[in-house]
């Protein structure tokens, strides 16, 4: 037994004294049933035993693991993806370990592991896998390679990855780029996509990328009082090409502005990004050319996608979904091949993260982290590191 | 000259009364600009001269030619698709013909023309080539041929086609054939489409291909005082499988009766007919399997498509549109073998035609019978015949 709980009966906890040099105690931060995580989830403590690592599995460390709006929703059941729940950590009750992203460190590795070596870094091949934890026992096949830092400065990167930029990775800098990239085909240089929501997280990776790739860009920001030094930021940090309220993305009038901008390139608009939903998801749409394509990927507003029935009869415009998770389940090269030009993007510095609110774990009792991060989300994306 | 306006010069009408045996006295419904048809519409008389046909080029009379929304919209100026005005008819101004669809004899035939025989029937071959008139002179191509009566019989058909089938064949069939075939790969006896509009007359040939195709359907009626009569005619004259009423197709209730018809056949809900918009379409799209696609090809209810966020995320679900006319201007093949369906259908009593209220021309203004047509177009589809 390579996982074991850490409340034993009394013959197990006399066989663990026994080994006690080489079992790591780890927590996890699971959850049985659903709820209010706050209400629902645990701290779980157990044991690995690091000397004996089964064939073709590897212990990791966590290094930092960050609270998702699609982690809260999991563990709320409001989210159509579920990690089993089982007793394999030898949990009283069926759980699951919460978290979907996370970066980790190999610590141990047993035999007829090739892909990986003690300090390579790695993220969860698949959603689900529970990274809500100090350390895990995972096979070869659950985890898939991050260069480290010296890793990627031997192989002539600017820098290495940081923990923010590994540990979230996975969900927001690859929907970004597959939306872009794998619907419709945009030339450089001269077509453009709108989005809204241009301030968040997705919105700047896609209008970083979009400037990486060549591709115009029109990012929808709500009106603010400091609107001026968002615009600057979004244009100048994070490579918006255009950047336009909601109020001038629903007004008539500021339509013949933005088709000057796309005469000026001499290409089109042929697709639009949707978070928010409601009137902004129909502005968007209205800004696309015929046969366009509009992806939805959230719906901040809790409203509805609203399409004019003559967008759809007399424009050919398509309104499609966009969730990661589904488009790369059954493509793995897919993913590496999008995770590698992620990564090289951040070694030379060409890609700058979104900020996560970093909390490190101190030892104590880690589904309280977790629940605070939860609570703080909010305020902007929770990471926590170890 | 072989077409030349009525109200000639001096000199023209010298020139006419010599040749006055070969000269057909045509009636147009022209417009020159754009406006309610009461108010535009006028008939313009001209001549053909059917003893010198150029080369290339065809005579033909109408049997028949309906007033469609899109044709009134046309005149209107608030559609897409827009005939050229242009003098070519010896109109005072720039000038189009009324009307898309129509049924036409050929009377007269130039040299070199190969694809039509004198009594053979045709339909234009594409849109706007103006169908309220009593003759025209046409090009070889701009005429599609159909087999008239006796040339079906011969062939086997157990009957020729009616002036209204062949008057209206080129949208109504042809949406409810290409809506049904173009897009999703339907198993016969297994899967399924839901529409709107069952009642409509492109919901009737949609239901009666459906049955002739082998695929199953579910036909969304508003309810009403004879629901049950209506029920039984959209299943037992045009091939609905399962007919609902827009109060359960809206009602989370009513969801597993629609799954436990769907789980019978071991077939999928892949494809969905929208003519309505609001809350309807949402309430059809709801019912698609993951992946599905709901096709738009109008909007009675003049609310836009409304599609929650989550269908388009977590069910894949993608909505676009469909119009006939885009569809097949480019795809002249795609058409014709369309056309020889539908043609072969109508031969052999397996489709029933939408009913048209039909008024003969009596050789007076025939811009009175089109614009009594579109005054009336509200109570049912009206079709001039000659």
């Known amino acids: 037994m390579f996982v074991r709980s850490a409340k034993p009966s009394r013959l197990a906890s006399y066989s663990i004294s026994l080994q006690f040099r080489n079992m790591i105690t780890a927590q996890a931060v699971v959850f049985s049933k659903h709820g209010e995580p706050k209400d629902v989830l645990s701290t779980h403590t157990y044991e690995i035993d690091e000397k004996n690592v089964p064939a073709g599995s590897i212990v990791v460390k966590t290094l930092g693991s960050p609270v998702n709006p699609s982690d809260i929703n999991q563990v709320q059941g409001v989210y159509p993806s579920q990690p089993e729940k089982n007793t394999s950590l030898g949990t009283s009750e069926p759980s699951a370990v919460g978290g979907n992203e996370g970066l980790f460190e190999i610590i141990a590795v047993g035999d007829n592991v090739s892909k990986f070596s003690v300090g390579d870094w790695c993220i969860p091949t698949n959603v689900n896998f529970g990274t809500w934890r100090t350390h895990a026992l995972a096979t070869e096949a659950q985890m898939t390679k991050l260069p480290n830092p010296e890793q990627s400065k031997a192989a002539g990167g600017k820098k290495g990855l940081t923990i923010n930029e ?34 968040s997280a997705v919105g700047k990776y896609a209008s970083q990328i979009g400037k990486l790739l060549g591709i115009n860009s029109i990012s929808v920001v709500r009106d603010r009082d400091d609107l001026d030094s968002l615009i600057k930021d979004l244009k100048e940090e994070n490579g918006a090409t255009q950047v336009i309220t909601e109020e001038q993305n629903g007004s008539k009038e500021f339509g013949p502005t933005v088709k000057g901008w796309v005469k000026e390139t001499g290409g089109e608009i042929k697709l639009a990004l949707n978070c928010v939903g409601g009137k902004n998801a129909t502005g968007v749409a209205r800004k696309l050319s015929n046969d366009g394509l509009m992806l939805t990927y959230g719906g901040m507003s809790m409203q509805p996608v609203i399409l004019p029935t003559s967008l759809h009869i007399f424009k050919n415009i398509t309104s499609s979904g966009f969730w990661v998770t589904k488009l790369l389940s059954g493509n793995p090269e897919l993913k590496k091949k999008t995770l590698a030009q992620i990564v090289q993007w951040y070694e030379n510095e060409e890609l700058k993260v979104a900020p996560s609110q970093e909390t490190k774990f101190d030892g104590s009792d880690l589904a309280e982290f977790y629940k605070r991060g939860v609570a703080n989300s909010k305020s902007g994306k929770q990471l926590i590191t170890y």
Chains 1, 2 share one sequence.
Request: charged content about 10%; glycine content about 12%.
């Open 166 to 199: 590994g540990a979230t990775i996975s969900v927001n800098p690859l929907t970004a780029y597959l939306m872009l990239t794998h619907y419709v085909k945009l030339t450089p240089g001269k077509d453009w996509f709108i989005q809204n929501g241009g301030n």
